[in-house]
């Protein structure tokens, strides 16, 4: 069942150096409960193709469909959680309050906030840090703080817009390991923007190698790897094979360009 | 229960080298080079009075029968103060520090006659400046919370009305760039010609000066949320006023206090030059009138401090609760 469909979308910004194509005729479809990375150079409108998805930018040409509905209104229908490349938590509320936001303003009873909370908390592995305030807590544990966040209020489909940029090798393996974990659990659909090409490979049930200028396609790779993904699979045969053509993949759209 | 009494008891001396260790460390970490400060400051002070008071001292001195040089009171009369100190060294030292109405009292005529006003006199005599800083802090609270109410109200709506940034920020400019003492007289006349006069006019010139600093504060730090923090919340789809509590505000805290320390400030320079043009016979501002009127140094000085001693005061208080909140708030500084 298709849960995302983009069908010749366009972007362009209108800048004071002239239109800058930052997405160009891009098709794509996501069924649900996919885990879907989008990788290429930095311009190349990933994130901008994700903020589509979440109805913060506009496209100026084609169509988009986000559980079929235009992303404005999937947006009001509180259809994704969106996790930012920094953490962002309100550094005035506690874990728990920050967990809380989304739910206050959609408005949820006071007995679901709190188990709700409680859930979202023990699913990222924070149990127990529900007082803390962000800054008490490290750059990991604080974006996990933010996933549990978009992971409170339910939605069926997760954006994650480079979540583990900003961390460091080790931590991001053992987040990622756990965001596999918790994909398995939740079911959820999720697309994931990075640069990272072993992250999106052992993450990805289908990687969307993208080239800059104008930002597009260039391939769509459908892995082969079994669900069950230990981290030293990333020593196996096939995922260096996959790894190795999202590289080619990503040469070609800079020769390209 | 034993009835021996415990030689040292647990945690006995605790308390006490704990404070000692804060008092070293107070000492070492700012205290001991704020007093050095402070100490350079008087001694400065001290020393410029011998020049600033020599031509009285040297008066005093010829009029007793000491010789001084020059001898002739018109050639002194063209001679500057230090020149007059350098000619006549003890005489002048001598005479700098005990005048009644000297051009620069010494520190300790200051002090004492603050002293003397504040601890000394009953607070309700108009003698006290206990009673004239009460005077004039009322019109000041008055005025602070006008201005600060009128500040932020006009930030919220600076910050959700592109309309009202381009009216509003200009003209708030403007207005502080009045000197207040050429408008505090028209503010006075103006009210007094509807029938207002009293605490309300001075409040008036104080809020006139308070909500600037709180203006400019607020929109600062309404805005203050980044363009992540508000994406976020379009993507709950959060409503404007939901924004503004949740995200807006809290985060405008730090900067609200930054300009209410300011803003008070500010309220109490207005309240003082509010009370200047009106003959007032109360409060800090006629104080230092009635001072300057016949020549009470003396007690120009000391209302002077009176009014430094309750700005630091209030200035203080505003940054206790602001601890208090930002720390309730989680907001570590």
């Known amino acids: 069942m298709t849960i995302i469909s983009a069908k010749d979308l366009n972007l362009t910004f209108q800048t004071n150096d002239g239109p800058v194509h930052a997405l160009k005729d891009v098709n794509l479809d996501v069924s649900k409960g996919e885990f879907v990375s989008f990788i290429g150079p930095s311009g190349c409108g990933k994130t901008t193709f994700l903020r589509c998805v979440a109805g913060l930018e506009t496209p100026t040409g084609g169509t988009l469909t986000v559980d079929g509905m235009t992303p404005d209104e999937a947006r009001r229908a509180r259809a994704y959680g969106y996790v930012f490349q920094a953490a962002g938590l309100y550094p005035w509320r506690t874990i728990g309050g920050n967990i809380r936001l989304p ?13 709700r909370v409680k859930e979202t908390l023990e699913l990222v592995d924070l149990a127990g840090f529900e007082q ?30 480079e979540p583990f940029g900003a961390l460091d090798e080790i931590v991001r393996d053992r987040l990622n390991e756990e965001l596999l974990r918790l994909w ?12 990272s090409i072993p992250e999106a490979v052992y993450l990805s049930t289908k990687i969307v190698v993208m080239s800059p200028r104008p930002g597009r ?8 790897l079994p669900k069950e993904r230990p981290l030293d699979i990333r020593d196996s045969r096939e995922f260096i094979e996959i790894a190795h053509r999202v590289r080619e993949g990503l040469r070609a759209g800079m020769e390209a360009a | ?34 007093l050095t400060v402070v100490a350079a400051l008087i001694a400065f002070w001290y020393l410029a009075c011998i020049p600033m008071n020599a031509a009285q001292s040297v008066l005093d001195a010829s009029r007793a029968g000491a010789v001084v040089s020059p001898e002739s009171p018109a050639e002194r009369r063209q001679m500057g103060g230090l020149a007059l ?16 109405r000297a051009r620069l009292p010494a520190p300790h005529q200051v002090a004492a006659e603050l002293w003397n006003s504040t601890a000394r006199i009953a607070p309700t005599s108009p003698r006290s400046l206990i009673y004239h800083a009460w005077v004039t802090l009322s019109a000041t609270g008055l005025g602070f919370l006008i201005g600060t109410g009128l500040g932020i109200l006009l930030a919220v709506g600076i910050v959700h009305s592109r309309v009202m940034d381009m009216s509003v920020m200009p003209w708030a400019i403007v207005s502080q760039t009045i000197p207040i003492i050429a408008i505090a007289p028209m503010i006075i006349v103006v009210l007094y010609s509807i029938g207002i006069q009293g605490l309300v006019p001075k409040a008036v010139i ?9 203006i400019v504060g607020m929109v600062k730090g309404l805005r203050s949320p980044d363009a992540m923090q508000l994406d976020l919340l379009a993507t709950y789809g ?22 209410l320390k300011i803003g008070f400030a500010a309220a109490l320079i207005g309240a003082i030059v509010g009370e200047l043009p009106t003959g007032a016979t109360a409060g800090l501002g006629a104080r230092l009138l009635a001072g300057s009127y016949y020549g009470q140094t003396v007690q120009i000085w000391s209302a002077l401090f009176a009014a430094a001693i309750l700005a630091a005061l209030c200035v203080g208080l505003i940054g206790m609760i602001e601890r208090a909140l930002l720390g309730r708030m989680g907001m570590r500084r």
Do not use: C
Not at chain 1, 184 to 195: G, N, P, Q
Not at chain 2, 13 to 24: C, Q
Not at chain 2, 238 to 259: C, D, H, V
């Open chain 2, 85 to 100: 100190a350098l000619g006549n060294p003890g005489i002048a030292f001598e005479g700098a520090y005990s005048q009644e």
């Open chain 1, 103 to 115: 739910l206050e303003i959609m408005g949820y009873s006071a007995a679901e906030k709190d188990r």
């Open chain 1, 217 to 224: 396609i260039s391939d769509v790779i459908d892995s082969p």
């Open chain 2, 238 to 259: 959060a409503s404007k006023p939901e924004t503004f509590w949740k995200l807006r505000l809290p985060a405008s805290t730090p900067y609200l206090f930054a300009s």
């Open chain 2, 1 to 34: 229960m034993s009835d021996t009494a415990p030689i040292a008891g647990q945690g006995a001396g605790v308390g006490r080298s704990g404070r000692v260790a804060l008092f070293s460390r107070a000492l070492a970490g700012g205290l001991a080079p704020v």
């Open chain 1, 184 to 195: 398995a659990r939740t079911e959820k659909t999720m697309l994931f923007v990075t640069h």
């Open chain 1, 132 to 161: 803390k305030y962000p800054w008490q807590l490290s750059g990991g544990m604080q974006q996990r703080a933010s996933i549990a966040r978009a992971l409170s209020f339910d939605a069926d489909i997760l954006l994650m817009d």
């Open chain 2, 206 to 214: 104080s809020a006139y000066l308070s909500f600037f600093p709180v």
